[in-house]
DNA sequence: ATGAAAGCGCTAACAC
DNA sequence: GTGTTAGCGCTTTCAT
């Protein structure tokens, strides 16, 4: 049986809401009879006991994180991020993992509402209707997703595809395919979206190809269909299906950037790390974590809503953007 | 204010007792009754309160994993098994970083320690006292890592090292570089202790350099060491500091495995992606996490101490290692 | 400044 | 099968 306030109480010779008082109000205290119970405390190896001192003040010092798969490389950095700025604001945190599945995400917000202060949903597959719902139990900001009357943090993916497609038709390509990712994605949305005004603008035309999961297997899958069809390069919804895709271009006897170019969105670290290495959108996923995180920290602090912030994007250009092969010189 | 036992006790005209045996024994009460809270419930968006359950029973069915550093890809695929099993089990898994620092780690699983009914501690910094120590707070599983009375998932990283070594000195090379990681590493002292030994087998020469912080600038920052001495083959903490090494190196001038042999430990999908791909040292992550859970399950559970689980570990050879250079042909 | 007592939301004997 | 009654460990009035 764990030590609990009424030992140290017992220990120290004064009455528990004595013993509470100095650890959770120590000013409240005599500064002499604080030490003593303290000590008391110290030579029990007491500790307090948080999920009691949540049933009673309601509120539990942890704020949960909710993402869509840890293995995607694209969610520990902010992870790290959210949960630094966490820790500089007293609160931790718990990151918890929907697998892509709506279903559990929607279970695992459940299971965490009374456990966590807030939480922070990022890139959510849940219905607006929904997520509004669970809203009503647990304060949440929502990362990557515009929900109305929730805090949203939203990385605006639309301007760094805009760059993307000027930089693909800049180099000559009049065709170009864009790898739609997961349909409950809000990201996924705004890519294709910001694609297709760009391709009209630039009079290219644009082929979308999907719904694929977002994996190298869903990239890989879209090969087939992307070197059947017209299109000279690629957009893909995030860096993983963009490698996947390549690896199976390959396989395929084709080369990138030589054959086709490919784009990724993400800059995750495999971008820079995968030959050849990948030219990609850059999300600003730090900022998002801490900033996600300043929102939800105010928010369950004063009640309000922080409201929307968005942060931008930018084309990074790396190895796997070329000019098209010339019509006369292909196979 | 949330909706309580008590107001579906009212609303469905029972006794709290009687709601609170419908959700968590329903078998013992009459099914009409309980069909009868039920639906008061869902009229009234019920949800049992998991702190306060978890305060009377004991039990929270909550299990903590802690780990060093989320971002490092060793760690992800780690974590979804881990979390995947415990679904499986009917356990909600909460993941907290630590940083790389034993300070935070210990911080974090006192923290942790009344929320969870047990934790998986994976890589942990800590000394083996404190471990100890805090394992009389919460029940511990520990992955990678040899803790005395305390149930243990280890990845013999020892075997895989010796087929690394057998791996280079079979290829030529008499001087192998073994950068050693962080010093409170389980796994860094294995591979460093069953590097030697292998060379010692071979009659070759094992140079450490180190200890530096197990990621890529770590790696960059051992290079100049490493090239001017006589390896010309390298072993890395992992595939972090293998990647940060290489390219150093080619900053350096020189190429990889043209002048410098490298060898990764984990198996990490960048040691898939990166030019030239990784030789490394495969780890059974996904058994690990699993395994894991069913250790601390089964601790939780029964209070029995399920004992040590050991997995094998095997290179897995790609472009990064050759040859040494002949003499002759050096610059 | 400290003690007494009620209560956070739920479960678990023990009665009936 | 259901109601009664104590707690679980802590905080927070309200007295003193």
Same sequence: chains 1, 2.
């Avoid at 008391?40 to 942890?62: D, H």
């Avoid at 390509?173 to 409950?184: E, F, K, Q, W, Y």
Wanted: glycine fraction near 8%.
């Amino acid at each position: 049986m764990a030590v609990t306030i009424r030992d140290v109480a017992r220990e120290s010779g004064v009455h528990v809401s004595t013993v509470s008082r100095a650890f959770s109000a120590a000013h409240m205290v005599n500064a002499v009879t604080r030490t003593r119970v303290m000590a008391a405390a110290e030579r029990l190896g007491y500790r307090p006991n948080r999920a009691a001192r949540a049933l009673s003040t309601r509120r539990t010092a942890n704020l949960g994180v909710i993402v869509a798969d840890i293995a995607n490389p694209f969610f520990p950095p902010l992870i790290k991020a959210a949960q630094a700025q966490a820790r500089e604001r007293d609160y931790h945190v718990f990151v918890a993992d929907t697998d892509e599945r709506a279903r559990v995400e929607e279970e695992l917000v459940r299971s965490m509402a009374k456990q966590v202060d807030g939480a922070l949903l990022v890139a959510s597959r849940l219905s607006g209707r929904v997520i509004a719902e669970l809203g009503r139990d647990v304060p949440f900001v929502v990362v990557n997703r515009r929900v109305r009357g929730l805090p949203c943090v939203l990385m605006d993916v639309a301007s760094g595809t805009r760059q993307a497609v000027d930089h693909l038709v800049a180099l000559g390509h009049r065709d170009i395919a864009v790898l739609t990712g997961p349909s409950a994605s809000w990201t996924a949305q705004r890519i294709r979206g910001a694609a297709e005004e760009a391709a009209a603008r630039h009079g290219a035309g644009l082929h979308p190809v999907g719904p694929n999961p977002p994996t190298e297997e869903g990239g890989a899958f879209a090969a087939a269909e992307v070197v059947s069809g017209p299109a000279t390069a690629v957009l893909a919804y995030n860096d993983l299906v963009a490698l996947g895709l390549i690896r199976e271009v390959e396989a395929l006897g084709l080369s990138v950037p030589g054959d086709l170019s490919v784009v990724g969105v993400d800059n995750t670290h495999i971008a820079r790390h995968c030959r050849p290495a990948l030219t990609t959108v850059d999300m600003p996923v730090v900022a998002a974590g801490r900033g996600g995180i300043d929102l939800l920290v105010h928010r369950v602090t004063t009640g309000e809503d922080p409201g929307t912030v968005t942060l931008d994007t930018r084309l990074v250009v790396r190895e796997s953007t070329a000019p098209p092969r010339s019509p006369l010189t292909r196979p």
